[in-house]
T-cell receptor, first 111, second 117 residues
Framework: GQQVMQIPQYQHVQEGEDFTTYCNSS?????IQWYKQRPGGHPVFLIQ?????EVKKQKRLTFQFGEAKKNSSLHITATQTTDVGTYFC???????????FGQGTTLQVKP | GAGVSQTPSNKVTEKGKYVELRCDPI?????LYWYRQSLGQGPEFLIY????????DSGLPNDRFFAVRPEGSVSTLKIQRTERGDSAVYLC???????????????FGPGTRLTVL
């Protein structure tokens, strides 16, 4: 079945360093969504990308959707301690319309 | 209410028992979703309601799991003959557009942590 893989699983950075998480799908996606889950919290919707090659920015966060619509990335510039949490991508299969979450990348930021 | 609420926040039960988990969506949201999240994993889709009907229940793992939404608002996830493998956080989400999980922005509740001993 369809799989959505995220790497890395964990990332520890010093405050001020950049951070990137990558999301790869085994099948073409119609769109991709990104969520953030704080420790002990629930997933919070960040953004949705729909178009091939799309790039969206939210302050220090940059989201990209690959040209082939099979991969995506989230880049955080100059991390802050408030960025701590697990970042999930969730891809929607072009074939089935189902939303499949990746296993997440957990970010730790050392002050 | 201001957001999605779920009760109880924690549920501990014994193997073989029956449990009910409740979700109260954001007022006016027509779509409601149930997910299961195991430790270190992303949410796993279980079922999606549009109004009172289950539009997609393909994620329910087996016939021990059942969900209802009789009046198109509150939903209850029911698990019969619980097993230790059912232990997880059960998340509920709601959305307003009704386009389904592939297009709608979903607002998640705090979840119910189910522990089966």
């Amino acid at each position: 079945g369809q799989q959505v893989m995220q790497i890395p699983q964990y990332q520890h950075v010093q405050e001020g360093e950049d951070f990137t998480t990558y999301c790869n799908s085994s099948t073409t996606l119609s769109n991709i969504q990104w969520y953030k889950q704080r420790p002990g919290g629930h997933p919070v919707f960040l953004i949705q990308l729909v178009k091939s090659g799309e790039v969206k920015k939210q302050k220090r966060l940059t989201f990209q959707f690959g040209e082939a619509k099979k991969n995506s990335s989230l880049h955080i510039t100059a991390t802050q301690t408030t960025d701590v949490g697990t970042y999930f991508c969730a891809g929607v299969s072009s074939n089935t319309g189902k939303l499949i979450f990746g296993q997440g990348t957990t970010l730790q930021v050392k002050p | 209410g201001a957001g999605v609420s779920q009760t109880p926040s924690n549920k501990v039960t014994e193997k073989g028992k029956y449990v009910e988990l409740r979700c109260d969506p954001i007022s006016g949201h027509t779509a409601l979703y149930w997910y299961r999240q195991s430790l270190g994993q992303g949410p796993e889709f279980l079922i999606y309601f549009q109004g009172t009907g289950a539009a997609d229940d393909s994620g329910l793992p087996n016939d021990r799991f059942f969900a209802v939404r009789p009046e198109g608002s509150v939903s209850t996830l029911k698990i019969q003959r619980t097993e230790r493998g059912d232990s997880a956080v059960y998340l509920c989400a709601s959305s307003s557009l009704g386009g389904g999980p592939s297009t709608d922005t979903q607002y998640f509740g705090p979840g119910t942590r189910l522990t089966v001993l």
